[in-house]
């Protein structure tokens, strides 16, 4: 037989060899070199086959990565959270369950403890058994690369484990403890991304707020209680320090564009849906709303500093009475060394109101009232155990002396003390124990106040 053919029966018995073998890392080029070395192979055919044999291995990858066998996709463990790759899409699950034992201790109702928009128990004691400050959520992420672009869906779900009313409110109305109810789901995130390295990244749908945002996520009650507000017939949330060091940002749809890091600088500007004010005179608006955000991520040695500002504005067109430009801004920082980190936060505004976007933002005939507040606090953390203790308060002024006579009662100030000790469980569970102390005071001196108890834990995965 000649050389030629030799090459030939060489190669068909390699094919064979490969296809009747399990993959084992090197056994093709092992076989090659005692064909080699018996003689039956020449120098020139040796090099050639393993050459060929090479190119098969470095287009392997390739292949896996798209497709299996069959041209169908291959399927992979996603490298981060709890989810799997198809082809070149990955599918990421994520969420949280939690649950608190709260016995709330307030006053019995009296002349002198009315206090309109004060979030202190006012009622006497109740226990419950609900959720904290974040309900349950549940998160689902399809996220690809198409045409050099990074591209994702997101949807969140955050049911609550206590049932609600449904009247008012939606899935966040007020609590109805009674047989046969269910509990709520608020549908808080839909929205879509795409982006780029260079370019940052675009976001259209529903999604957290810009305004106010840093200070609801690095609060120490995000994990826990805080003021439990209405623990007779809890509704889906706990307030944490919602009304009590800062305004609780909410959901929002909107388009909004952040820029990519420079130098850990990163900068977020978007065009929101218009809210009309909660309390005030009916409204027609007819511009959105802007809203943007400056943030600083940065290392110092063994210090890191997180620094933020971020501001809001939007125009009201009240439908009997002068039209008004709701503004705020807030500025804070997170500041870790060691096993301690400390948070500073302070916002102020206009025609914003307290607690929530636009309550008790006007008077009855839409003249602004002005609002700021603050919180500061500390962690500490020494293996799975922390420490944690914040103090923060919000107040609300009057629009006019006509407001002041119209509405005696109204909030001048809430705020809260809080001491927190936390375990790691696991890696997912952490348990949590509470002490919050309330306050709410009138502008006619009246006062409130409230102590709680926590006790529960929250599982993230």
Known sequence: MGRKGLLGSAACALALFASATPAVAGTTADLLKRLHEKGILSDEEYAQLLKGDSE???????????????????????????????????????????????????????????????????GGNSSAI???????FLKVEVTTRQAGWDVGAHFGMYPGINSVSYVGGGANSGGNPRA?????????????????AGFGEVKIGRDIGLFGSEGILNDITLLSSGTPAGNVAPSNTTLGRIGIGYIYTDFQPQITYTTPSFSGFTASVGIFEPLSSLTGPSESNKQ?????????????????????????????NVDAGPDYTGWGWDAGAKVGFGPVSLVGYYYDASGLGTT??????TDGLGNKRDSHGFYVQGLATFGKISVGASYG????????????????????RNASWVGQLRYGLTSWVTLLGEYVHTTSRAHNGNDAGSDALAAGAILFF
């Open 56 to 122: 098969e291995k470095a287009a392997a990858p390739a292949v896996a990565d798209g497709a299996s066998g069959g041209g169908k996709p291959a399927v992979r463990v996603a490298d981060s959270g709890v989810g799997l790759e198809v082809g070149d899409v990955t599918l990421k699950f994520s969420g949280s369950v939690n649950g608190f034992y709260v016995h709330d201790n307030g006053e019995a109702p009296s002349a002198n403890n009315a206090v309109t928009g004060g979030v202190a128990t006012v």
């Open 393 to 412: 308060e919000s107040r609300l002024d009057y629009a006019n002396a006509a407001d002041a006579l119209a509405n005696p009662t109204l909030v001048d």
């Open 130 to 136: 609900r959720n904290g400050l974040l309900p349950g």
């Open 288 to 316: 959105p709303g802007f809203q943007a955000k400056l943030v600083y991520d940065g290392k110092f040695g063994d210090v890191s500093t997180r620094i933020w500002a971020s501001g809001i504005t939007q125009k009201h």
């Open 180 to 196: 046969l109810q269910t509990s709520g789901i608020d549908f808080r995130q839909t929205y879509l991304t795409f982006g780029r």
């Open 356 to 361: 929530a976007l636009n309550l008790f933002d």
